[in-house]
């Protein structure tokens, strides 16, 4: 493979981890109607994915934020990872609930997060970046910084790298939707009829219908 994002967006396809479904679109969390879906759920069910990603995950943290003391997951489906992380690289983990518990000690912030830390956030992937900007608002407001955001895997709509150049969080992926489309037409997983509805979609993902 050419590129990191390839090499991880072929182990991806090959576990079937990303599913088209250009005629029966699904229905994401956001509302939206899509005919692309990662259930990065289905990578922590294949162990030698599973390490891959973390591995390189843990590199990517490692090489850009060396001065990191805790890992932080960023939604409940990006936990696993960042427990994987923060594993590998021997550093704290909490996890940023993206509203304040109503409930036990109302906590928004899981596990001990101390002044004047550094952390790094780990999504499982970006879409709107909405949980990103919740939780860098959470750990900001603890008196502590944000060096970076770093994700399994980028949308890379206008929209999220709007959001997160507004608050000026640098943020990184192993691998993005160019990469894994591009690979899927190449494995013949789609038609190029195909990807020219995935290419409307992606232009107006929002108001898209099939």
């Known amino acids: 493979m050419d590129t990191l994002s390839d090499f991880i967006a072929s182990k991806l ?20 109607s899509s005919p692309i879906y990662f259930d990065d759920r289905k990578v922590l069910s294949y162990p030698a994915t599973r390490v891959a990603i973390k591995l390189e995950l843990a590199r990517l943290v490692a090489e850009k934020y060396p001065d990191a003391e805790v890992i932080a997951g960023v939604t409940s489906s990006a936990i696993p990872f960042a427990i994987m992380v923060a594993d590998e690289l021997g550093l704290p983990f909490i996890y940023i609930h ?10 928004m912030i899981e596990g001990d997060l101390r002044l004047h830390q550094k952390v ?13 900007l919740k939780v860098y608002e959470a750990i900001r407001q603890n008196a502590c910084d944000v060096l970076g ?18 608050i000026n969080l640098e943020h990184t992926s192993l691998c993005d939707y160019n990469s894994i489309v591009r690979l899927a037409i190449d494995q013949k997983l789609i038609s190029i009829a195909d990807s020219k509805v995935l290419d409307r979609w992606y232009k107006n993902p929002e108001k898209w219908k099939k």
């Open 13 to 32: 396809l090959k576990i079937k981890a990303v599913k088209f479904q250009i005629n029966n679109p699904f229905t994401w969390g956001t509302g939206w």
């Open 149 to 166: 955001l770093v994700a399994l895997f980028d949308y890379s709509f206008d929209l999220s790298k709007k959001a997160l150049t507004q």
């Open 98 to 107: 993206s509203e304040p518990k109503d409930h036990g000690f109302d906590n």
């Open 120 to 132: 790094v956030l780990i999504e499982n992937q970006i879409i709107t970046a909405a949980n990103s």
